[in-house]
């Protein structure tokens, strides 16, 4: 800034003056958040009237179908017309090759063709990644040693993308970080017409430790054990790999990207907005939180202002919209405003 510039700041300009009422504030507001932006996470199991707590996630339950549909009318009122499926799938059921993430028949499959048929408007979003059915609790196939085989996993990945569209997801989301996923995917929905489908990419999922309450939530916590998935999600210390990432599913076919954690990683969502301006989203994942919530019940923080500001920084670093857990109680509390 010039030197005459800086010389004429004060007093003649006072920023206070813009801060002396709250429509003032109003009208100079840059940024703002509504329910508009915010897209619920949604625990699903098998079973009939099912609402299972998860202690590590206070106030997050898992649903049975016929209790989703309930939570899912609660979502609509509020404004919250998008949901992503993440499923809890039967220990019995997990194998290492996680066949049943192709079962027609199986429980993601089926929410699909439900929550259609109650509510055609509302936008899926279908995980596509094998750990919830894994008995090891990764993402993919391992080989003898453990490694995560890729164009394999690649291979599956894309049948379950099929799958999960023609059961009705609007959306795909290869959460997976396998190399080459996006375009493989896309390739499978043209051939089969499926031209509308969109695909949602993790394209800058890091292999951050908050993701653990998640894990409880979907059971592969205790079938991952001691292992991680740094040979696939990325380096916490990388930024420039990230546009790489978005550079190479933006060349593939995705057509929103995706920065996972958020407030952890909001240079990230900045960067990947001003660099390829796509629509960009950005997950507050259960780690995030469960952290608000624990501070919360210690009485430590409040918590609709603090879950307010939090989602709106998110919206300042250049989200498009927001996966969250507080997307039904920001939705509320919004409406209060
Ligand atoms: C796995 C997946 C994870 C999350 C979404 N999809 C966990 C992981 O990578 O181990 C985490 C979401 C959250 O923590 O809220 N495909």
Redesign the pocket.
């Known amino acids: 800034m010039s030197q005459i510039l800086i010389n004429r700041y004060f007093p003649t300009t006072r920023l206070r003056r813009l801060r002396q009422n709250e429509t003032l504030r109003l009208l100079t507001q840059e940024n703002t958040l509504s329910a508009n932006d915010l897209i619920q996470?949604l625990f699903i199991c098998d079973g009939k009237k099912q609402k299972i707590a998860i202690p590590s996630m206070p106030d997050i339950y898992r649903y049975s179908l016929d209790n989703a549909l309930k939570y899912i009318e609660k979502l609509v009122e509020n404004g919250i017309n998008t949901i992503a499926l993440?499923p809890a799938i039967e220990a019995d059921k997990k194998n290492p090759l996680a066949t049943e993430a192709l079962n027609p028949q199986g429980l993601v499959p089926e929410a699909l063709q439900i929550i259609k048929k109650h509510f055609p408007d509302i936008m899926i979003i279908a995980?596509i990644?094998l750990?919830p059915y894994t008995s090891h609790g990764q993402?993919g196939l391992v080989n003898e040693a453990g490694y995560i085989l890729n164009d394999e996993t690649v291979e599956v990945l894309r049948e379950q993308a099929l799958l999960l569209a023609q059961s009705g997801a609007d959306i795909v989301a290869p959460?997976?970080m396998m190399d080459g996923r996006v375009g493989a995917i896309r390739g499978i929905l043209e051939e089969n017409n499926l031209v509308n489908t969109l695909i949602l990419s993790?394209s800058a999922?890091y292999a951050s430790s908050?993701?653990g309450?998640?894990?409880d939530a979907v059971g592969?916590k205790s079938m991952l054990g001691k292992s991680d998935?740094k040979n696939y999600?990325m380096n916490p210390a990388n930024s420039d790999e990230a546009l790489h990432e978005v550079y190479l599913d933006l060349q593939e076919g995705a057509d929103i990207v995706m920065v996972?954690?958020a407030t952890l990683y909001m240079d990230i969502i900045r960067r990947i907005h001003e660099t390829y301006h796509v629509p960009t989203f950005a997950?507050h994942?259960?780690?995030e939180?469960s952290m608000l919530k624990s501070a919360v019940a210690q009485g430590w923080l409040d918590e609709k202002s603090c879950v307010l500001e939090t989602l709106l920084g998110l919206k300042r670093a250049g989200s498009s919209a927001i996966l969250t857990?507080y997307a039904l109680n920001a939705s509320q509390w919004l409406k209060q405003l």
């Open positions: 996470p993440f995980d990644a750990d993402d959460s997976d993790y999922k908050f993701y309450p998640f894990r592969s998935k999600q996972k954690p997950y994942v259960s780690g939180y857990y």
